[in-house]
């Protein structure tokens, strides 16, 4: 079962073919996607790798996930599922990952309850983080 990898922190001069050549150690069964921007081309800033297994991808984050690419620092995790009713055409994205200028697409500007919602890898720190401001108000 193949897994998709999100590659953020890109340089925005970067080319495709330079996002191949890192990931080329692993052969032809790594496939690379570089985001552009529509108007002017240029990266934006995100990529996705997709790899034929889990092993594979672990192996890719260990090496690459924090090296220094062209100055800029990587970030490499397993990319979530897009969910539902998303009007993005990047694809997968991290969750939590937001896009630039906090601007929708096409559409309302109606938000839902979901969108709403905390990230739940940072459920638990948001909890400690309500239970000091509740303990620093009651204190006051």
Do not use: H
């Amino acid at each position: 079962m193949s897994v998709r990898l999100y590659v953020g922190n890109l340089p925005k001069d970067i080319e495709s073919k330079e996002l191949e050549t890192v990931f080329s150690d692993y052969g032809d069964a790594v496939s690379t996607k570089l985001i552009t921007d529509r108007k002017t081309g240029k990266c934006r800033g995100f990529a996705f790798v997709t790899v034929q297994d889990d092993d594979q991808a672990n192996q890719i984050i260990e090496k690459f996930n924090g090296q220094d690419f062209q100055g800029s620092e990587l970030k490499i995790e397993k990319a979530q599922p897009r969910a539902k009713g998303k009007d993005d055409d990047a694809g997968s994205t991290p969750t939590g990952a937001k896009r630039k200028g906090g601007k929708m697409r096409k559409g309302g500007g109606t938000s839902t309850a979901e969108s709403n919602q905390p990230d739940p890898r940072w459920a638990q720190e948001l909890e400690k983080l309500k239970e000091l401001l509740a303990a620093q108000a009651t204190n006051s």
